[in-house]
């Protein structure tokens, strides 16, 4: 019995050992961020901020990849299919936890093939419209998609992405119909709405707050429980007439199941220290997000609760993937 147990604890030291000699070594190469998203949306600009912090401490150069496609579904099947050697990091949102039940065709699981570091940041979304359309409020945005069934149009960056939802819930809890025109990437969305093509889309506050400002855009009302320091005169959309409405947007780090613990622990220490430095913490509040650095275990939860979240909000909407 004696000996069995010093076996079973040599073995412990070891592995702990070799972890930490794993976590000292690394990384030996450029680590490279996936974004299965498109250029300038808000997965690619908080990944980036990351990324220019993160080399210094890791020592070696950290590269973001965007790519896009089916839904986001294309580079994080990449990320799943990587080796697990912390080489290959992927930048998730609530379109990842949303696909899980909008999407049963996935060629990946969000909770058995990755393993989280840690939640980067939280958002709002905002209602907005193009300039060109007569309404000014979201009471009045309502009446007219009432009085037009059918005939107005949504922007999203995509089937199953936070915009898409935050759209089907609006829509499921307004009773209106309201036709969606997805997009490969946020940006070319919100070209879209930008141009007249298309009426209107739920985006992300940082990256639409300053064509609120200078009118490119009219803002209606923000997706999150509180208004926005950024947009104070803007009310929720809960307030502007639709109770009980939230849709905010998340952005996370996770890399393939199986990479070490000993680096998984050493990528969120570097990167929550990243987001606790005053400058990036304020810049992060500037444009409208919260940081958040949130531990592996604590981010695991979050995003069983998440998928559960959303299912129940794919169910209730009739969201379906286009």
């Not at 690619?44 to 080399?55: N, P």
């Not at 990320?79 to 912390?86: C, H, I, L, R, V």
């Not at 531990?295 to 559960?308: S, Y």
Request: charged fraction near 15%; charge should be positive.
């Amino acid at each position: 019995m004696y000996t069995r147990f010093k076996v079973r604890l040599a073995a412990v030291f070891l592995a702990f050992a070799a972890g930490a000699a794993c976590a000292q070594a690394y990384p030996t190469k450029p680590v490279k961020i996936i974004v299965p998203f498109g250029a300038g949306g808000p997965a690619d600009i908080y990944a980036r901020a990351v990324a220019q912090r993160l080399s210094e401490p890791l020592g070696q150069q950290v590269i973001v990849e965007d790519r896009p496609g089916a839904g986001s579904a294309l580079g994080t099947d990449v990320a799943a299919k990587s080796a697990p050697d912390g080489y290959t990091l992927l930048m998730i949102s609530n379109t990842h936890t949303i696909n899980e039940t909008l999407n049963p065709k996935l060629p990946y699981n969000l909770l058995r093939d990755f393993a989280p570091i840690t939640q980067v940041n939280v958002m709002p979304n905002v209602l907005v419209v193009s300039p060109s359309l007569p309404v000014n409020s979201v009471k009045e945005l309502i009446a007219l998609a009432k009085s037009k069934p059918g005939k107005l149009n949504y922007a999203s960056s995509g089937p199953g992405t936070p915009y898409h939802l935050a759209a089907e819930l609006f829509k499921a809890m307004t009773d209106t119909q309201i036709v969606h025109i997805p997009h490969k990437a946020s940006g070319e969305a919100r070209a879209s709405v930008l141009g007249g093509q298309v009426e209107m889309m739920f985006d992300s506050l940082p990256t639409t707050v300053q064509q609120i400002k200078t009118g490119k855009m009219k803002g209606l009302a923000i997706t999150s429980v509180r208004r926005s320091p950024l947009l104070p005169d803007l009310p929720t959309v809960a307030e502007a007439g639709v109770p009980g409405y939230e849709a905010d947007l998340w952005l996370g780090l996770v890399a393939p199941a199986g990479t070490p613990a000993a680096i998984i622990n050493r990528l969120h220490d570097e990167t929550v220290k990243i987001l606790q430095r005053p400058d990036v913490h304020a810049s992060f509040l500037q444009q409208g997000t919260e940081p958040i650095g949130s531990t592996p275990a604590q981010f695991a939860a979050m995003l069983k609760t998440d998928v559960e979240r959303w299912g129940r909000v794919v169910k209730f909407s009739g969201a379906k993937v286009e």
